[in-house]
């Protein structure tokens, strides 16, 4: 990257970049300035303070190359050095990414344990013919606006629901009740 800015850099130092360009009013000191600054082409440009150059010098030629080169002409080295060393196309993750890959991990437990389910609906699915009479007159204790036909109607249209949002202990005990009359019922 830094590279590709202080190539950036030297082509807007250039005195022929700055002339060249017509529409932008550049001021003449800017101009003066950038004409000392331009570093002469047959010199290589020192390195970078802090950073050791190489000590094999077909290296620090490849450098001082690849440097020079513009944008596009990096984007189209980067290809061919891809295909020519046969190098696959890897994801580089994102600084915005780190977090949220980070949250991931504490989700997976969680997606792997479901919820345990706390409220219930108990729906009466079938019943022994023996029982019929037992669990009509349970359904009408349960449901106090229900008469006796009323009831008696409900337990021949199976399946019904009982009781709807119950919570577990309600809904297990309910679901014994009718177990041991004959009934089969079901917890949703």
């Known amino acids: 990257m830094a590279s590709r800015c202080s190539s ?12 060249g360009c017509s529409r932008n009013p550049i001021s003449s000191r800017w101009l003066a300035t950038a004409t000392e600054a331009a570093p002469a082409k047959s010199a290589p440009p020192p390195p970078p303070p802090g950073k050791a ?5 077909t290296i620090s030629r490849l450098v001082d190359d690849i440097s020079g080169l513009t944008l596009l002409q ?11 060393l046969n190098i696959q196309e890897i994801a580089m993750p994102t600084a915005a990414a780190a977090p949220a890959a980070a949250a991931a991990p504490s989700e ?10 706390t ?8 019943f022994d013919a023996g029982a019929k009479p037992k669990i009509i007159r349970e359904v009408k204790a349960l449901v106090p606006n229900l008469t006796l036909i009323d009831a008696k109607k409900f337990v021949e249209s199976l399946p019904k629901t009982l009781k709807e ?9 309910l679901k014994k009740t009718f177990e041991a009359l004959g009934a089969v019922v079901k917890l949703d």
């Open 8 to 19: 950036l850099l030297r082509a807007a130092a250039r005195p022929n970049f700055v002339t």
């Open 53 to 57: 150059a190489s000590k094999d010098p």
């Open 74 to 84: 990096a984007a189209d080295l980067v290809t061919l050095l891809k295909s020519r």
């Open 108 to 117: 997976e437990p969680e997606a792997e344990k479901p919820k345990e389910k």
């Open 119 to 126: 409220v219930f609906n108990v729906q009466l699915e079938s």
């Open 165 to 173: 949002n119950l919570p577990k202990e309600e809904a297990e005990k």
